[in-house]
């Protein structure tokens, strides 16, 4: 009998290590983004802002359970934009859905990255 460690490890790697990568680049630009210039700690955070990012980041990882990564990933991207005030409305709205058409198509198409596809749809 195996047990099911041994049937998590048997799986693709190249996802894990995607994965790993993401986690650690983004930790490495949540440290760099409370450090101003020279250094020095920013006192004030704007906290309106980090539970909007947050809203927009639970409503992302629904969306993805049930709608799929096409159809989530723009509608999130672009409430993160508009919670963060992204300036450039168009910009925002077009790289929205440009760039998880992307993403999908080199990683599905190509390393045969495997997207949630949702359970509504």
Not at 11 to 34: D, E, H, K, N, T
Not at 40 to 59: C, D, H, M, R
Not at 61 to 71: C, P, R, S
Not at 92 to 117: D, K, M, N, R, Y
Request: proline share 5%; charged share 10%; with cysteine.
């Amino acid at each position: 009998m195996t047990s099911s460690f041994c049937s998590v490890t048997s799986q693709p790697s190249f996802p894990r290590i995607l994965l790993g990568i993401i986690i650690v680049l983004s930790l490495a630009l949540a440290v760099r983004g409370i450090r101003d210039k020279s250094g020095a700690e920013i006192a004030e955070v704007n906290w309106l802002s980090v539970v909007k990012a947050f809203g927009a980041t639970t409503i992302d990882i629904a969306g993805v359970w049930f709608l799929g990564f096409l159809i989530a990933m723009p509608v999130a991207t672009i409430l993160l934009g508009a919670a963060l005030g992204y300036p450039n409305k168009l910009v925002l709205i077009l790289s929205s859905i440009v760039a998880p058409v992307i993403v999908w198509a080199v990683l599905a198409e190509f390393a045969l990255v495997a997207f949630p596809t949702g359970t509504i749809f």
